[in-house]
């Protein structure tokens, strides 16, 4: 039950403390979300104090203004996205509560915030990661045998920390160099992948797999150190300690390895629905994103390279 659906009192000036008082006492919102809201709405009756209106008159053209005023002084779209959402809540409590007769932010668009380009090492950076894997294992330990096939394969064929987990014995198709992939959605796909990658498999599977393997051990390609199949928790530990180990200590996921191996596969003039259908996207929406990182690595190297730049 709405307590203040009948509860008039309160010149508009009060109405966002009311709100605020709402937001806890009805919805449960935490003092965060509220003292966020709070802010939120004094920036909003800041700006409509200085054009002379007040909240009982609040039109769309005055959200509008306010949100201008924002991206003017320089806030973030992820701002004025979090303000936008913020106020509609506000007039939309305000309309049902009967202080508004219309509900002004209806058609009030919200500025979609800026999607963060993946982090993508750059191809020596790449080259170097392997090459750390590949000298952890020349003592010849299996689980470091192991960490370099890893490396490898999430390198060489862009999947998914989980499918790679999920690979079995016989997934892997050595005499092709492809591996026959789960990915989301229970959808089976065969993706390739190069020599290095098919040297280290192919010393791990002989000689790391069967010193790891029990009498119990699944077929899965990647054994733990009891014999069971690896998890993805201690995949993400090993590679996100060889990306930490390299000279300027990357701090990434080791999905970082996967917006890498698509970057370079564009970079190098793959076609975008290739590269889609490797890395198992349903969308070719969501492959896309990589042509932006492309983009914004050539123009950070004519930045500085060019001398007109």
């Given at each position: 039950?709405?307590?203040?659906?009948?509860?008039?009192?309160?010149?508009?000036?009060?109405?966002?403390?009311?709100?605020?008082?709402?937001?806890?006492?009805?919805?449960?919102?935490?003092?965060?979300?509220?003292?966020?809201?709070?802010?939120?709405?004094?920036?909003?009756?800041?700006?409509?104090?200085?054009?002379?209106?007040?909240?009982g008159a609040l039109s769309l053209a005055d959200l509008r203004s306010w949100l201008g005023a924002l991206a003017g002084a320089g806030a973030a779209r992820s701002s004025l996205a979090r303000r936008t959402s913020a106020v509609r809540s506000f007039t939309a409590w305000a309309v049902r509560?009967?202080?508004?007769?219309?509900?002004?932010?209806?058609?009030?668009?919200?500025?979609?915030?800026?999607?963060?380009?993946?982090?993508?090492?750059?191809?020596?950076?790449?080259?170097?990661?392997?090459?750390?894997?590949?000298?952890?294992?020349?003592?010849?330990?299996?689980?470091?045998?192991?960490?370099?096939?890893?490396?490898?394969?999430?390198?060489?064929?862009?999947?998914?920390?989980?499918?790679?987990?999920?690979?079995?014995?016989?997934?892997?198709?050595?005499?092709?160099?492809?591996?026959?992939?789960?990915?989301?959605?229970?959808?089976?796909?065969?993706?390739?992948?190069?020599?290095?990658?098919?040297?280290?498999?192919?010393?791990?599977?002989?000689?790391?797999?069967?010193?790891?393997?029990?009498?119990?051990?699944?077929?899965?390609?990647?054994?733990?150190?009891?014999?069971?199949?690896?998890?993805?928790?201690?995949?993400?530990?090993?590679?996100?300690?060889?990306?930490?180990?390299?000279?300027?200590?990357?701090?990434?996921?080791?999905?970082?390895?996967?917006?890498?191996?698509?970057?370079?596969?564009?970079?190098?003039?793959?076609?975008?629905?290739?590269?889609?259908?490797?890395?198992?996207?349903?969308?070719?929406?969501?492959?896309?994103?990589?042509?932006?990182?492309?983009?914004?690595?050539?123009?950070?190297?004519?930045?500085?390279?060019?001398?007109?730049?």
């Amino acid at each position: 039950m709405d307590h203040d659906r009948d509860d008039r009192a309160g010149q508009p000036q009060e109405w966002p403390a009311l709100f605020c008082r709402h937001l806890e006492l009805e919805r449960g919102a935490s003092p965060a979300t509220t003292r966020a809201y709070a802010a939120d709405l004094a920036s909003l009756q800041a700006h409509l104090e200085a054009s002379g209106t007040d909240l009982g008159a609040l039109s769309l053209a005055d959200l509008r203004s306010w949100l201008g005023a924002l991206a003017g002084a320089g806030a973030a779209r992820s701002s004025l996205a979090r303000r936008t959402s913020a106020v509609r809540s506000f007039t939309a409590w305000a309309v049902r509560t009967g202080r508004l007769p219309a509900d002004p932010a209806l058609r009030l668009r919200s500025p979609s915030p800026n999607r963060t380009l993946p982090t993508v090492l750059r191809a020596d950076q790449a080259g170097r990661l392997m090459d750390l894997a590949a000298t952890r294992a020349d003592d010849d330990e299996p689980a470091h045998l192991r960490d370099r096939a890893a490396a490898e394969l999430l390198y060489a064929s862009g999947i998914r920390v989980s499918e790679l987990v999920g690979l079995d014995v016989d997934d892997v198709d050595r005499a092709r160099r492809t591996l026959r992939v789960l990915g989301k959605g229970s959808k089976e796909r065969v993706v390739p992948y190069g020599q290095p990658a098919d040297r280290a498999v192919g010393e791990y599977l002989e000689r790391g797999r069967p010193r790891l393997a029990t009498p119990g051990s699944p077929p899965a390609l990647l054994l733990g150190a009891r014999g069971g199949r690896w998890d993805q928790r201690q995949v993400r530990a090993v590679v996100h300690a060889l990306l930490r180990g390299l000279e300027e200590g990357v701090d990434a996921a080791p999905h970082a390895l996967r917006h890498t191996a698509a970057t370079h596969l564009l970079d190098g003039g793959a076609d975008l629905r290739s590269v889609q259908e490797m890395l198992g996207h349903a969308s070719l929406a969501t492959t896309q994103v990589y042509t932006h990182v492309s983009v914004e690595r050539l123009r950070r190297s004519y930045e500085q390279a060019h001398p007109r730049a």
